[in-house]
Nanobody
Framework: QVQLVESGGGLVQAGDSLRLSCAASGRTFSSSAMGWFRQAPGKEREFIATISPSGSTTYYATSVEGRFTISRDNAENKMYLQMNGLKPEDTAVYYC??????????????????WGQGTQVTVSS
């Protein structure tokens, strides 16, 4: 069992930066692929970024590549999402997720078994 808790969301202006954190409990964090997803009002949940268990492989959605950076600290059981150059269209609830059944970074939501409760990010224009 893995429990995930996101933090770091908030209200910012366009162009600002935020860093989201995801704290994980459980002994499988370091062997789990991890990911960030987001869901805006009236829209489906979408993939943002993923990172392999070792942190050596990352993938990003086209909409955030070059602006967002995913990272992890296996010693601290934490994952991060550094978000730079935020835009109003980045406004959403952001979720972290764990995929302990895979050793590969994965963009597919159905491969993630555990999800956090989400943290709201609001970007004003």
């Amino acid at each position: 069992q893995v429990q995930l808790v996101e933090s770091g969301g908030g209200l910012v202006q366009a162009g600002d930066s935020l860093r989201l954190s995801c704290a994980a409990s459980g002994r499988t964090f370091s062997s789990s692929a991890m990911g960030w997803f987001r869901q805006a009002p009236g829209k489906e949940r979408e993939f943002i970024a993923t990172i392999s268990p070792s942190g050596s492989t990352t993938y990003y959605a086209t909409s955030v590549e070059g602006r967002f950076t995913i990272s992890r600290d296996n010693a601290e059981n934490k994952m991060y999402l550094q978000m730079n150059g935020l835009k109003p269209e980045d406004t959403a609830v952001y979720y972290c997720a764990a995929a302990p059944r895979t050793w590969r970074a994965t963009t597919i939501a159905s491969t993630y078994d555990y999800w956090g409760q989400g943290t709201q990010v609001t970007v004003s224009s």
